[in-house]
T-cell receptor, first 110, second 114 residues
Framework: SQQGEEDPQALSIQEGENATMNCSYKTSINNLQWYRQNSGRGLVHLILIRSNEREKHSGRLRVTLDTSKKSSSLLITASRAADTASYFCATQTGANNLFFGTGTRLTVIP | DTGVSQNPRHKITKRGQNVTFRCDPI?????LYWYRQTLGQGPEFLTYFQNEAQLEKSRLLSDRFSAERPKGSFSTLEIQRTEQGDSAMYLCAGRLAGGPGEQFFGPGTRLTVL
């Protein structure tokens, strides 16, 4: 079964607005990662946050992690049409494979 | 570009046929993963290799599935006696030795079983 669950399932915003998507998971983790997938393409790694970190930034991306609530959020600021994609959180519980959520489909309207 | 390539990109086959997919990671990827993704879902883990050793297999990987990484470089995933339920995108990912954990995905092979 999938480890993570993203919320909302779909999000539509105007270009320039901020987009926030959330991820909840079930078990203890080593790290949590966010990936982007454009239509028909492979996944691209965006950002990794370790279990002992609470917040991380990368360009227009901001990720938070609350291990007590087993949740994470991804904020994309000043969105662009090119940000239109599906966003997945993925948890790593050991040294090995990732458990992906069901994804949030983001549409940025020009 | 992650440097991970997969072939073929698309495969259409009839039920009952065998298919084989190939994944070529970059040389620095000592770990290689296979995932399956169906429409509207996130990828699901199938199996992973560290160098040439297959260290973990998911319960999703039935007896009809087999994967190899003979020299610790490229990998193949074979599905025997395909079923319509095998239709999915099959993704391969590499991971750098000593890296923090991010995986670098190939473009995937889309399998359609008629």
């Amino acid at each position: 079964s999938q480890q993570g669950e993203e919320d909302p399932q779909a999000l539509s915003i105007q270009e320039g607005e901020n987009a926030t998507m959330n991820c909840s998971y079930k078990t203890s983790i080593n790290n949590l990662q966010w990936y982007r997938q454009n239509s028909g393409r492979g996944l691209v790694h965006l950002i990794l946050i370790r279990s002992n970190e609470r917040e991380k930034h990368s360009g227009r991306l901001r990720v938070t992690l609350d291990t007590s609530k087993k949740s994470s959020s991804l904020l994309i600021t000043a969105s662009r049409a090119a940000d239109t994609a599906s966003y997945f959180c993925a948890t790593q519980t050991g040294a090995n494979n990732l458990f992906f959520g069901t994804g949030t489909r983001l549409t940025v309207i020009p | 570009d992650t440097g991970v390539s997969q072939n073929p990109r698309h495969k259409i086959t009839k039920r009952g046929q065998n298919v084989t997919f190939r994944c070529d990671p970059i040389s620095e990827h000592n770990r290689l993963y296979w995932y399956r993704q169906t429409l509207g879902q996130g990828p699901e883990f199938l199996t992973y290799f560290q160098n040439e050793a297959q260290l973990e297999k998911s319960r999703l990987l039935s007896d009809r599935f087999s994967a190899e990484r003979p020299k610790g470089s490229f990998s193949t995933l074979e599905i025997q006696r395909t079923e319509q339920g095998d239709s999915a995108m099959y993704l391969c990912a590499g991971r750098l030795a000593g890296g923090p954990g991010e995986q670098f995905f190939g473009p995937g092979t889309r399998l359609t079983v008629l």
